[in-house]
Every structure is written in C-alpha cells, then in structure tokens.
C-alpha cells in the first residue's frame, strides 16, 4: 500500500493513489479557461512517527510519493543559499533579512523544484514523455529535468515569451511548440496533446505534484535556520503555486510538531497582474487581463486561486500589490546593495517587502524571508528597460 492519497481543494472529498489523477472529476466538470479551475488535488500522507529523528531528506523523501531516490535527475535542484543581511542601502536593520537565493537551480528558477519531483513519479510510473504548457520558466526547468533523466520534453510556450527562455528549452532538446496566443491558449494545447498520447502533463495547479515539489523549499528554510523559522516569508504570486508549496510545507512541519507557529506569509503580485489579491473577498469574481512587466507573474486566470486563498485565510497571510516602476526599482536595489540579480518576477518579492515595511514597519528582531525565484539573465529585455522606468 502506497502511503499518500489525493484530496481537492474544493469538494474535500478523498480518493486513494491506486489511480493516478490530476483535478477532482466532481468540481472541475464546469471549468472553462475564463474562470479559476476547480478540483485542484492536495496529496496527503501518513506522517512518519518519529519526524524529529529524519533528517530533512529522509522527511522530505517520506512526504513524496517516490519509491527511490534513484529515480530524480542527478542535477541539484534545491539546497540553494539562504543569505542573511543586517544592513540595507547603508543602514542597519533591526530585524534579520534573509534571501533565499532560487536562481541557483540548474535551470535558474524555483520551477526546478517541482518539474524535479514531475521527473522522478513519471520515470517510476513509465511516462516516457512529459508535456508542459508554461510562460517560459516552467518550460525550460522541464525541459532540463527530462534532459537530465533522458525523458522527453513537449514544451508549449506562447512566441512572446522572453527569448532566453525559449533558447533554454531548445538547448535542453525538448521539443519546443511555439502558440500564436497566450499561455492560455497554449496551456489548452498541451491538455489535448497529453490526453491524445498519454503523456504526463506537468501543467502547474494542474498536476498535484507541482505544489508537492515546491514545498521542499519550506523543509530546507527549516533546516537552514536550524529549526527557527522565519516570522515572516515574501512570496511573488502568479498562479500561486509557489506560495501554496510554501504553506504546505510549512504545514507539515506544524502537523508533525516541529514548528510551533506557521510564519505570516505575503502575497506579492504585480499591480497590473494582481487577480488573486483583488478576488480574496470577493463573492463576484473578476479577472480583468494581466499586463505587467514581470512575465513570470503576470497571468489573468490565477490556476491555483482556491488554494491560496484557502491558505491565507486559514493561516491569517497578507498580501501587497506593487508597480511595474516598483519592482524595477526592487530589481535594481537587490542587485546593488546584494549582488544578487533578480529578473522581474522575482524582484516583486523585495518590492512588496521595500513597500510593506514602509506602510507597516517590521517588528524588531524577526527573522524576514524574502523568496528570490529566478534570474536576471533570464529576461534581460525586461531588465533592460529599467533606464526607461526610473526616469
Ligand atoms: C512561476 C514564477 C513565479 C510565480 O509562481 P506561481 O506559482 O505562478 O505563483 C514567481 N517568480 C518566478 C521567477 C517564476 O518563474
């Protein structure tokens, strides 16, 4: 008997791992691309009786559906740098800064956490191909993934993803299908494409294991710090299936009593992309079109907003909007006062902290995380715009 079993996000209700799925068949029978898809999957598992005595790779192999650590990608995903800082632009702080410094996995984003774990389950369960519909960096960290553990990669981006991106996944030898439309356009393709083939279908929010692999950044914060976590964590929200691996890894860790408290977390989404933020009290949902210059944010229809927004509720998290002008000034203060260079997704982490600790302060002597989630070089046409933009 395998050890985890499925439960959606919507409904509650639960189905074993005998079958493998993707959404709950009840809630996701009306979805349509205008609206958030229902009946995303948790997977949830037996906790291991004795968690304090597993190191955080033995706990993080145990909460994984994984059967040998032989079948992941020999590259090293995760385990990336947690700075820490006690001077910004010159000035001492009063609380400890951390960044945790995701531009470091081998494709240069956060997504290698997940497309890492989507690459180990399809070589166990005999998915020769995996497909992936993406707005660039999903794309290229499947398209490393399969290239180190001689799988095949269909990537569907739209032709307006940052070139970078589109260069990554040729490179990696996946097979590159470029959509004359959106993201949502293409994400529609690739359902089609994995249902007539039978191939694995790595689509965030849609495949559970997305949200799984993102959570091993929360277990290796933990055991960074030595077990004291931090009181308050950054997050930038697209979709919002960093932040919901966020939570639940955090969630873990309370429900097997290794943490005491779950840190407040903050939602940064783009001004112009901030559909998750502007919907969290509404009873009418909207989704007025995305526009923002951070890409990896920017996203009409938030795929995973049940989650998030069950998460933030439950567990009391915040959230900030920030400016296209903002986040480049973020971008550009992270790579000045840090040398650490951020592309715009990622430096709307820092801009939603520059401009929550201007409004509200951050108490003394808190540990603060900010989630730096992929790198500069990957956009540099975005970046290069900062000139205009600061003017
Ligand atoms: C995908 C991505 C995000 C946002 O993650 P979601 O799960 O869509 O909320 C943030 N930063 C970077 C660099 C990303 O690639």
Redesign the pocket.
Same mark, same amino acid.
């Given at each position: 008997m395998s050890n985890y079993w499925f439960e959606c996000v919507n409904c509650g209700k639960t189905w074993d791992s005998s079958e493998w799925r993707y959404l709950c068949p009840n809630c996701s029978k009306d979805n349509s691309p205008d609206k958030p898809p229902k009946g995303v999957l948790w997977i949830r598992y037996i906790f291991p009786e004795n968690p304090s005595q597993l190191d955080v790779d033995e706990l993080l192999f145990h909460l994984w559906p994984i059967k040998s650590q032989d079948s992941f990608p020999i590259l090293r995903v995760g385990n990336t740098p947690l700075y820490s800082f006690s001077y910004f632009e010159n000035e001492k702080l009063d609380f400890q800064l951390l960044i945790k410094d995701d531009s470091q996995n081998p494709s240069y984003?956060?997504?290698d956490r997940a497309s890492y774990l989507v690459s180990a389950f399809a070589k166990e369960n005999n998915w020769n191909t995996i497909v992936a519909a993406s707005t660039g960096? @999903?794309g290229s960290s499947l398209a490393a993934m399969c290239a180190a553990n001689h799988q095949k990669a269909v990537i569907l981006l739209p032709h307006t993803s940052p070139k970078a991106k589109l260069i990554q996944v040729q490179m990696y030898g996946a097979e590159l299908i470029k959509i004359k439309g959106n993201y949502d356009d293409a994400y529609e393709e690739s359902l089609s494409l994995s249902k007539k083939n039978n191939w694995f279908n790595r689509n965030?929010a849609y495949n559970p294991l997305t949200i799984e692999g993102k959570k091993s950044v929360s277990y290796e914060v933990y055991d960074q710090l030595k077990g004291e976590c931090p009181q308050m964590i950054f997050v930038?929200? =697209?979709? =919002?299936?960093?932040?919901s691996g966020v939570y639940k890894g955090f969630e873990d860790l309370l429900q097997m009593g290794l943490i005491k408290e779950m840190p407040t977390i903050v939602a940064v989404q783009a001004q112009g992309s901030a559909n998750i933020i502007r919907n969290i009290k509404n009873s009418i949902l909207e989704f007025p079109k995305a526009s923002t210059i951070a890409d990896?944010?920017a996203?009409d229809v938030p795929r995973?907003f049940y989650m998030v927004v069950h998460y933030l509720k439950k567990y009391n998290g915040k959230s900030i909007a920030v400016t296209d002008k903002q986040i480049m000034e973020a971008a550009f203060n992270m790579s000045t006062a840090f040398g650490l260079f951020a592309?715009p @997704?990622?430096a709307a982490a820092f801009a939603g902290f520059i401009h929550w600790s201007k409004e509200n302060g951050i108490p003394k002597d808190i540990k603060v995380l900010i989630l730096h989630?992929?790198s500069g070089l990957k956009d540099v046409e975005a970046i290069g715009q900062i000139k205009n933009v600061l003017q």
């Amino acid at each position: 008997m395998s050890n985890y079993w499925f439960e959606c996000v919507n409904c509650g209700k639960t189905w074993d791992s005998s079958e493998w799925r993707y959404l709950c068949p009840n809630c996701s029978k009306d979805n349509s691309p205008d609206k958030p898809p229902k009946g995303v999957l948790w997977i949830r598992y037996i906790f291991p009786e004795n968690p304090s005595q597993l190191d955080v790779d033995e706990l993080l192999f145990h909460l994984w559906p994984i059967k040998s650590q032989d079948s992941f990608p020999i590259l090293r995903v995760g385990n990336t740098p947690l700075y820490s800082f006690s001077y910004f632009e010159n000035e001492k702080l009063d609380f400890q800064l951390l960044i945790k410094d995701d531009s470091q996995n081998p494709s240069y984003s956060f997504k290698d956490r997940a497309s890492y774990l989507v690459s180990a389950f399809a070589k166990e369960n005999n998915w020769n191909t995996i497909v992936a519909a993406s707005t660039g960096n @999903a794309g290229s960290s499947l398209a490393a993934m399969c290239a180190a553990n001689h799988q095949k990669a269909v990537i569907l981006l739209p032709h307006t993803s940052p070139k970078a991106k589109l260069i990554q996944v040729q490179m990696y030898g996946a097979e590159l299908i470029k959509i004359k439309g959106n993201y949502d356009d293409a994400y529609e393709e690739s359902l089609s494409l994995s249902k007539k083939n039978n191939w694995f279908n790595r689509n965030t929010a849609y495949n559970p294991l997305t949200i799984e692999g993102k959570k091993s950044v929360s277990y290796e914060v933990y055991d960074q710090l030595k077990g004291e976590c931090p009181q308050m964590i950054f997050v930038p929200v =697209g979709d =919002g299936v960093i932040i919901s691996g966020v939570y639940k890894g955090f969630e873990d860790l309370l429900q097997m009593g290794l943490i005491k408290e779950m840190p407040t977390i903050v939602a940064v989404q783009a001004q112009g992309s901030a559909n998750i933020i502007r919907n969290i009290k509404n009873s009418i949902l909207e989704f007025p079109k995305a526009s923002t210059i951070a890409d990896s944010i920017a996203v009409d229809v938030p795929r995973n907003f049940y989650m998030v927004v069950h998460y933030l509720k439950k567990y009391n998290g915040k959230s900030i909007a920030v400016t296209d002008k903002q986040i480049m000034e973020a971008a550009f203060n992270m790579s000045t006062a840090f040398g650490l260079f951020a592309e715009p @997704a990622s430096a709307a982490a820092f801009a939603g902290f520059i401009h929550w600790s201007k409004e509200n302060g951050i108490p003394k002597d808190i540990k603060v995380l900010i989630l730096h989630t992929g790198s500069g070089l990957k956009d540099v046409e975005a970046i290069g715009q900062i000139k205009n933009v600061l003017q």
